[in-house]
């Protein structure tokens, strides 16, 4: 099965400083990752995906994703963190096996917060 | 552009009642799903569809149905509420394979009592 694992709850950070969300993954051949971003009371805003070529993916809003195959992560980043980045982000792997209409497969989520 | 439009925004329920949630995507997209998001538990997917008329089961179907008999809707009925089924429901729409991502409503929160 495709799956992915965050494995921090929460994650402080300053403002101005850089950020990372840790995301591993295990899949059988090559992985699909997407992160997105939850904002209070709404839906998954889509950030960025990684499907094939450059190992750094640039997103929305300034984020970027780092894809390392040998660590098997996908590790979400910032260089500067603003307050308004405090949300919860997810990220998330493509089912690829057959008769799973190709919907993904979420991590728990991390909260991020980012402080003045 | 509306893209997802999920309704209602809010509903509560007692333990036995019926309800069904309504999804509408303006986007001509194939697929659509239906999660449930739980703290601590991520999201998991309910049911999902790959075209009108066609549904299937996701990781988590007890106590639920769908129906997706227009392209652009799909409706989640819940047939008897129960407290376990509390929780905030999306529903999101794609083209479906490769690398085209999810497109989400602003869900809509269930409280069963």
């Known amino acids: 099965a495709q799956s992915v694992a965050q494995p921090e709850d929460q994650v402080n950070v300053a403002e101005g400083n850089p950020l990372t969300v840790k995301c591993t993954y295990s899949?059988?051949?090559?992985?699909?990752l997407f992160w997105y971003v939850q904002y209070p009371n709404r839906g998954l805003q889509f950030l960025l995906k990684?499907?094939?070529?450059?190992?750094l993916v640039k997103g929305s809003y300034g984020f970027e994703a780092e894809f390392n195959k040998s660590q098997t992560s996908f590790h979400l980043k910032k260089p500067s963190a603003l307050v308004s980045d405090s949300a919860l982000y997810f990220c998330a792997v493509r089912d690829q096996s057959p008769n799973s209409g190709y919907a993904l497969n979420f991590g728990k989520g991390t909260s991020l917060l980012v402080t003045p | 552009n509306a893209g997802v439009t999920q309704t209602p925004k809010f509903r509560v329920l007692k333990t036995g009642q019926s309800m069904t949630l309504l999804c509408a995507q303006d986007?001509?997209?194939?697929?659509m799903y239906w999660y449930r998001q739980d703290p601590g538990m991520g999201l998991r997917l309910i049911h999902y569809?790959?075209?009108?008329?066609?549904?299937a089961k996701g990781e988590v179907p007890d106590g639920y149905n769908v129906s997706r008999l227009k392209k652009q809707n799909f409706l989640l009925g819940l047939e008897s509420a129960a407290p376990s089924q509390t929780s905030v429901y999306f529903c999101a729409s794609s083209y479906g394979q490769g690398g085209s991502p999810l497109h989400f409503g602003n869900g809509t929160r269930l409280t069963v009592t």
């Open positions: 990684y499907i094939t070529g450059d190992n």
């Open positions: 569809s790959v075209g009108e008329g066609t549904t």
């Open positions: 986007m001509n997209h194939e697929y």
């Open positions: 899949v059988s051949g090559n992985p699909y």
